[in-house]
């Protein structure tokens, strides 16, 4: 008896799911500062944390990091 695998290809499509939202994070760059808002699920909500932030410190600085969510499905 004599194992065999068979590979074939599955075509599969990936596209954006705008049910999943847009998660939104910001992260102070001032120099020695690694205060970061965690991720947002209201990209205003972020805004509101980098404006308190500089408003507590004096950062003005931030990088801003958006994503989305993907879904992958088989190809009929
Ligand atoms: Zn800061």
Redesign the pocket.
């Known amino acids: 008896m004599t194992a065999e695998a068979v590979y074939r290809f599955v075509p599969h499509t990936i596209q954006h799911v705008p049910e999943g939202g847009i998660v939104c994070e910001a992260f102070?760059?001032?120099h020695g500062?690694?205060?970061e808002s965690g991720p947002q699920g209201d990209p205003d909500a972020t805004l509101d944390w980098c404006l308190r932030?500089t408003g507590r410190?004096g950062?003005d600085l931030f990088r801003r990091a958006f994503s989305d969510h993907a879904r992958v499905t088989r190809d009929s």
């Open positions: 102070c760059v001032a500062c690694d205060a932030h410190t950062h």
